[in-house]
Every structure is written in C-alpha cells, then in structure tokens.
C-alpha cells in the first residue's frame, strides 16, 4: 500500500500541476485586499493535515499571500509553470504548489531554489493533504 501512495500522489500531483493556467487578473481593488490571508507553507500544511474541512473555510477560494523558500520549479504538463515551496517537513511530501500562468514564464524564470520569495494566489483545497494554488502572481 505505500509503494502505491508513492506513485499516486506524485502522479495525481503531476497531472494537476498547473492544469489551471489562469491568467492573473493583477487586480487589486480594496475589497479583495481585505480578504487577503497571510500564511506559511508550514501553516498550510499543518491546517491540511488536522482537519480539511477546516483548511479549506480558511485558504479555499480566498486569495492568500505566502512567503517562503522555493523547494522547486517546474512546469506541468500543459507548460504553465509552478513553484513548491519547501516545509521543512520530512520527505516533503505535502509541500505546498503555487500555480501560475504561462504570463509568468519570464518572471519566474528569474526566481531560484532556495531563495525566498511571496507569492499571491487563490486558495484551490488539497489533493491528498498537499496544499494547491491557483491564479498566482509574484508579489513585488
């Protein structure tokens, strides 16, 4: 059983990486700043593992500003790039993945492992207790 949880999550993981590809409405009226949540990916992923239903009232459909250190950058299969940002947790399995659109490709082009960054993005639930993102942006 746990050979195959490590073949599914990377799997499901990969076919839903930047799946989304939406592009950033670079909006940034008032009322979505207010509704803006802070938090680490430490945070997140903590949320994720005690209680869901619970991570997903706070993160879910909500725009959240995350700073942390780039674990990883890639591109999913349909070419829109995303970032893992580590946890520090062992094996790093439910790091957290921001999505962005193909718009971004330059900018994160830029960006390294290890360095730390913010980001700002849409809270898109968990796929097997992994924190995603969608509609994501560099925050300046």
Same mark, same amino acid.
């Given at each position: +059983?746990?050979?195959?949880?490590?073949? *599914?999550?990377?799997? +499901?993981?990969?076919?839903?990486?930047?799946?989304?590809? /939406?592009?950033?409405?670079? =909006? =940034?009226? $008032? /009322?979505?700043?207010? @509704? *803006?949540?802070?938090?680490?990916? @430490? #945070?997140?992923?903590?949320?994720? $593992?005690?209680? *869901?239903?619970?991570?997903? @009232?706070?993160?879910?459909? /909500?725009?959240?500003?995350?700073?942390?250190?780039? /674990?990883? %950058?890639? *591109? =999913?299969?349909? =070419? $829109?790039?995303?970032?893992? +940002?580590?946890?520090? &947790? !062992?094996?790093?399995? &439910?790091?957290?993945?921001?999505?962005?659109? !193909?718009?971004?490709?330059? #900018?994160?082009?830029?960006? @390294? !492992?290890?360095?730390?960054?913010?980001? %700002?993005?849409?809270?898109?639930?968990?796929? $097997?207790?992994?924190? +995603?993102? #969608?509609?994501?942006?560099?925050?300046?």
């Amino acid at each position: +059983m746990k050979k195959l949880a490590w073949i *599914t999550v990377p799997l +499901m993981t990969l076919a839903l990486t930047g799946c989304g590809g /939406k592009k950033s409405s670079g =909006g =940034g009226d $008032a /009322k979505s700043a207010e @509704q *803006t949540v802070t938090a680490t990916p @430490q #945070e997140m992923v903590k949320a994720y $593992a005690a209680n *869901t239903v619970a991570a997903d @009232q706070k993160f879910k459909d /909500k725009r959240i500003k995350v700073t942390g250190v780039v /674990k990883d %950058i890639n *591109t =999913g299969i349909t =070419g $829109a790039p995303y970032v893992i +940002m580590s946890t520090g &947790y !062992k094996y790093g399995l &439910y790091d957290p993945h921001f999505n962005f659109s !193909k718009d971004h490709l330059n #900018e994160l082009a830029k960006v @390294q !492992k290890g360095k730390s960054i913010t980001v %700002i993005c849409t809270g898109h639930g968990d796929i $097997a207790k992994t924190p +995603m993102n #969608e509609d994501c942006e560099l925050s300046k």
